[in-house]
């Protein structure tokens, strides 16, 4: 079992939903990054966080440390966010970043 | 200022070839981290440095990779021999402190044929 999982594996959603994507982890962690990945592109960091919220644009990131789980939030979705969204959380004693497989994010105009 | 860069941004290699990619971290930056992406995957650790000194090389396959950061800068990323499964998008990031916000790189993608 992986110690970072990602649901869903790939999400379909029509411009201007609302999308949620999430994230949970089994083991202990001090923060967590969401990431975005175009296609053939590099990784760009969204957020990192390691309680409560925070919000960026359209994109809001919430975590429970409790429940060892996050989620990315997308408001009024556009095609333009079809990417590949990646959570990464920090495990360990040396600044590892555990990465979840991502999910691939696709906005239908 | 300049974000992360990386060099070359495609490799071929021929099996058994060696290979050097290049991380050019933000300056400024005490810690830089090496992971391998397989395709359809989310990357893996490879290893991280704190300034010149490698703290973590736990996640190097095979001891075909090794990596060096001998000015605390730029580092390379050697992969001697490579073997077709070595083919994977090689990702750098830096970070001002070791648990703080990573910043990548665009990424090496090597292909072994």
């Known amino acids: 079992k992986n110690e970072v999982e990602q649901s869903p594996q790939n999400l379909t959603a029509q411009e201007g939903e609302f999308i949620t994507i999430n994230c949970s982890y089994s083991v202990g962690i001090s923060a967590l990054h969401w990431l975005q990945q175009h296609p053939g592109g590099g990784i760009v960091s969204l957020f990192m966080?390691?309680?409560g919220k925070k919000k960026h644009g359209r994109l809001i990131a919430t975590i429970n440390i409790q429940e060892k789980h996050s989620s990315l939030h997308i408001t009024a979705s556009h095609p333009r966010d079809s990417a590949v969204y990646i959570c990464a959380a920090y495990t360990g004693a040396n600044s590892k970043l555990t990465f979840g497989k991502g999910i691939t994010l696709s906005v239908r105009p | 200022g300049a974000g992360v860069s990386q060099s070359p941004r495609y490799k071929v290699a021929k099996r058994g070839q060696d290979v050097a990619l290049r991380c050019d971290p933000i300056s400024g930056h005490v810690s830089l981290f090496w992971y391998q992406q397989a395709l359809g995957q989310g990357p893996e650790f490879l290893t991280y440095?704190?300034?010149?000194?490698?703290?973590?090389k736990s996640g190097l396959p095979s001891d075909r990779f090794f990596a060096e950061r001998p000015e605390g800068s730029v580092s390379t990323l050697k992969i001697q021999r490579t073997q077709q499964e070595d083919s994977a998008v090689y990702l750098c990031?830096?970070?001002?402190?070791?648990?703080?916000?990573?910043?990548f790189g665009p990424g090496t993608r090597l292909t072994v044929t």
């Open positions: 440095f704190q300034n010149e000194a490698q703290l973590d």
């Open positions: 990031a830096s970070s001002f402190a070791g648990s703080g916000e990573q910043y």
């Open positions: 966080l390691s309680s």
